[in-house]
């Protein structure tokens, strides 16, 4: 910029026009292209930003989907009822610098950094990794609902997933998501629910030496040596910090159940297939005519899990029209902030405990133990 522009913009000088042109005509012109430089240089930026990845993905508000008209029965009479338990969904997806910014400024959307999500696997591993975790909590949805109808159903087991690592336990930076403990003091883990058994030696504070499967379904292992600490809600037992899942190579079913979930993956509908195999197995209503949606996972042992995405669901179903919410116990918090008191949410922390919600919305929860096995008799 020279000394007459600056002169000519605080007006204490006149600036010749070119020869031809007409006074001012210069000065308009160069204004005309700044202008239009900036709105490129503004342009482009905003183009970039709508285009540029970056590392990080966004979760949004996804489905309610019911389940019970998914479920098919082959070797056993079939009760489907009138109003359908309904599982949850969240999308998930990649972002751009720009769709990153407004998920920041947005309450519904929770913008996580890639690898929390997805680990270190490509985006294809990711999708191939959910529908086996689908694939698994559909199997044991079926187990744990056959079972509490009175049904036999054998399970073979080859260790234990970490699925999630408590902060500040023994398992913190010493153990990983998806590790598979294969043994414990030499002793194969495969039976289940047996990790919690073979950590009781010695009590709280005793050292383990746990086999661990890394990568799982590798062939290679890893010896990792944990202290154990007393459980946070029994003193006398010994836990080292981690949320464990059975790793299941088989079921023997007495009878064959289907549930079809189209392309959803993820082990989050397992507490919902369970409960909505138990209203197809049974006559009557297990959620008294209400209309219910439902999310956590369910272990064999029939406790419920974390999800993820806790409060882009809740927002779902409250949207959705939905009476009541069953959520993990661990997640009540955060779905209370996301949708107050515009939806009755009930926290369980066991599939008795769901089981004890819809019973007090006049269902028929309360008679459903060994009615399956009485009936197939």
Do not use: C
Request: charged content about 20%; aromatic content about 4%; overall charge negative.
């Amino acid at each position: 910029m020279t000394t007459t522009d600056i002169a000519d913009r605080t007006g204490s000088t006149t600036v010749p026009p070119p020869s031809g042109g007409e006074p001012g005509a210069r000065p308009h012109r160069h204004r005309a292209q700044l202008a239009a430089a900036a709105a490129a240089l503004v342009a482009s930026t905003v183009i970039g930003a709508a285009v540029l990845p970056v590392p990080y993905v966004a979760l949004q508000p996804g489905s309610a989907r019911p389940v019970t008209e998914q479920i098919l029965i082959e070797g056993a009479p079939s009760y489907p009822p009138e109003q359908s338990i309904a599982y949850t969904t969240v999308n998930i997806g990649s972002t751009s610098l720009l769709e990153a910014l407004i998920g920041w400024f947005d309450d519904d959307v929770d913008v996580l950094p890639e690898e929390r999500v997805r680990g270190d696997r490509s985006a294809a591993e990711n999708r191939r990794y959910n529908a086996e975790l689908m694939n698994g909590s559909k199997l044991t949805a079926i187990t744990v609902a056959l079972e509490q109808l009175g049904y036999d159903v054998p399970v073979r087991t080859t260790g234990t997933i970490v699925r999630r690592i408590v902060a500040d336990s023994p398992a913190e930076g010493r153990l990983q998501l998806d590790d598979v403990i294969v043994a414990v003091d030499g002793q194969p883990v495969d039976e289940p629910n047996e990790i919690g058994t073979l950590l009781q030696a010695g009590g709280p504070g005793r050292e383990h030496t746990l086999t661990v499967e890394r990568p799982a379904g590798s062939a290679t292992t890893t010896e990792v040596v944990l202290p154990t600490i007393a459980s946070p809600d029994d003193p006398s037992r010994a836990v080292i910090g981690i949320a464990p899942e059975d790793r299941v190579s088989g079921f023997d079913f007495p009878i064959e159940v289907t549930i079809d979930s189209g392309n959803v993956g993820g082990p989050s509908a397992g507490l919902a297939f369970a409960l909505a195999v138990l209203d197809v197995l049974t006559p009557g209503e297990l959620t008294g005519g209400h209309r219910v949606a439902v999310t956590g996972t369910v272990s064999l042992d029939g406790r419920v899990g974390p999800v993820g995405g806790a409060a882009q669901k809740a927002i779902t179903v409250r949207d959705a029209g939905y009476e009541v919410f069953l959520v993990p116990s661990d997640e009540l918090a955060e779905v209370q902030a996301a949708v107050g008191d515009d939806l009755r949410v009930v926290a369980v922390g066991t599939l008795a405990d769901a089981l004890a919600a819809l019973d007090s919305l006049g269902g028929n929860a309360g008679s459903l133990a060994g009615a399956g096995a009485s009936a197939a008799s």
